[in-house]
């Protein structure tokens, strides 16, 4: 089965402070994506990558920055953490394709700045 | 823009009823794939069932369907014989093969579903 592995369950921060989110899937696959999930606005896309070195801003790329040395590891950053980055952060990988593929989703990081 | 609307956003079901769970689409990809996912207390994201664009049949899954009314935009998950593990959060998601992000998946909000012993 495909793993994609987060790190860290639950995340503590203080405002101000540089996060480090990191997300590494187990199957070679090509793409990998940050996702944010607040209640009642379902996931919303930050960045992804679909290569290594690659990367391409989503729907909310502000206050965010990616880095993806490696096929397998897909890290999230956020600079200067803000109590408005509190949040369900999903990371995601599948292979490129046209349609069905799915993606494959690690078990989430609850981050809370404070 | 490609846009996925659930209208509900928690639900109640008796255990071994069945349910739906509405979703509809937008978008003038003329191919496109649709998706739903579970997401129980854990955080984890589960697969459910995926319906291709030009599929004819509507997709199903052991106790999972799709009913797909492409004219309507529509792709419900229909849920049969409802247990107490399927309370969690159902998230319809659409990609479109055409243009935009690779590989992406646009989520709809969610519905909250609770099945009652």
């Known amino acids: 089965d495909v793993k994609v592995t987060q790190s860290s369950r639950y995340l503590v921060k203080r405002t101000g402070e540089k996060v480090f989110l990191e997300c590494v899937q187990d199957?070679?696959?090509?793409?990998m994506f940050w996702y944010r999930q607040d209640p009642g606005l379902g996931l919303r896309l930050i960045y992804f990558?679909?290569?290594?070195?690659?990367?391409e801003k989503g729907d909310i790329p502000e206050g965010y920055s990616v880095s993806r040395e490696k096929k397998e590891r897909f890290s999230l950053i956020l600079e200067s953490a803000s109590t408005n980055q509190t949040s369900m952060y999903l990371c995601?990988?599948?292979?490129?394709?046209?349609?069905?593929?799915?993606?494959?989703f690690g078990s989430g990081t609850q981050l809370s700045v404070l | 823009a490609q846009k996925i609307t659930q209208t509900q956003p928690g639900m109640f079901v008796q255990e071994k009823e069945a349910v739906t769970l509405d979703c509809t689409y937008d978008?003038?990809?003329?191919?496109?794939?649709l998706f739903w996912y579970k997401q129980p207390s854990s955080g984890e994201m589960i697969f459910l069932i995926y319906?291709?664009?030009?599929?004819?049949q509507n997709a199903t899954e052991g106790r999972y369907s799709l009913n797909f009314q492409k004219a309507r935009k529509s792709a419900n998950l229909v849920i049969s014989a409802s247990q107490l593990g399927d309370s969690a959060m159902y998230f319809c998601?659409?990609?479109?093969?055409?243009?935009?992000?690779?590989?992406?998946?646009?989520f709809g909000k969610g519905t909250k579903l609770s099945v009652k012993p």
């Open positions: 995601a990988s599948s292979v490129p394709g046209q349609g069905a593929e799915k993606l494959f």
């Open positions: 199957m070679d696959h090509e793409n």
């Open positions: 990558s679909y290569d290594v070195k690659m990367k």
């Open positions: 978008t003038s990809d003329p191919s496109y794939g």
């Open positions: 319906q291709g664009s030009y599929d004819q």
């Open positions: 998601a659409m990609r479109g093969d055409y243009g935009g992000s690779q590989g992406n998946l646009i």
